[in-house]
Nanobody, 130 residues
Framework: EVQLVETGGGSVQAGGSLTLSCTAS????????LGWFRQAPGKEREGVAS?????????FYADSGKGRLTISKSIDKNTLYLQMNNLKHEDSGTYYC??????????????????????WGQGTQVTVSS
C-alpha cells in the first residue's frame, strides 16, 4: 500500500522546538520531490518547505520559516523530516507531507494549486501557545 504517515506533532510554547517525521511505505521517497505544508483553521493550505529528489536534494523554504526550519530526508529510513525551532504562534496548524514528480523552488506552489498531482499524508497537528 502506498502511504505517507506524519508523526511528531504536539503542543509547545512559543520559542520551543518540534521535529516532524513523514515515513513512506509502498514507494521510495528519494525518487520524488518532497515537501511540508501547513493548514491553519479557516485558511488555505500553504507550503512551508521542500526538497528536491536525490540523496542530497536542494532545499527551499517559505520566507516565514527561513532560519528556523530545516527540511531533510533519510534515504535509508525512507523518511522526510522537518526540524522546527523558535516556534511562533503563527506556526500552528495541521502539517502535511507530500511527494510528487516535481522539482525546484515551485514545488509547494505547484502542489497547492494541483493537490491531486501529489501523494499526501493524513497530517499531524502542531499547536504553539504564545
Amino acid at each position: 500500500e502506498v502511504q505517507l504517515v506524519e508523526t511528531g506533532g504536539g503542543s509547545v510554547q512559543a520559542g520551543g522546538s518540534l521535529t516532524l517525521s513523514c515515513t513512506a511505505s509502498g514507494f521510495t521517497l528519494g525518487s520524488y520531490g518532497l515537501g511540508w505544508f501547513r493548514q491553519a483553521p479557516g485558511k488555505e493550505r500553504e507550503g512551508v518547505a521542500s526538497i528536491n529528489a536525490g540523496p542530497s536534494g536542494t532545499a527551499f523554504y517559505a520566507d516565514s520559516g527561513k532560519g528556523r526550519l530545516t527540511i531533510s530526508k533519510s534515504i535509508d529510513k525512507n523518511t522526510l523530516y522537518l526540524q522546527m525551532n523558535n516556534l511562533k504562534h503563527e506556526d500552528s496548524g495541521t502539517y502535511y507531507c507530500a511527494a510528487a514528480r516535481v522539482a525546484g523552488a515551485g514545488f509547494t506552489d505547484y502542489l497547492v494549486r494541483r493537490p491531486t498531482e501529489g501523494r499526501w499524508g493524513q497530517g499531524t497537528q502542531v499547536t504553539v501557545s504564545s
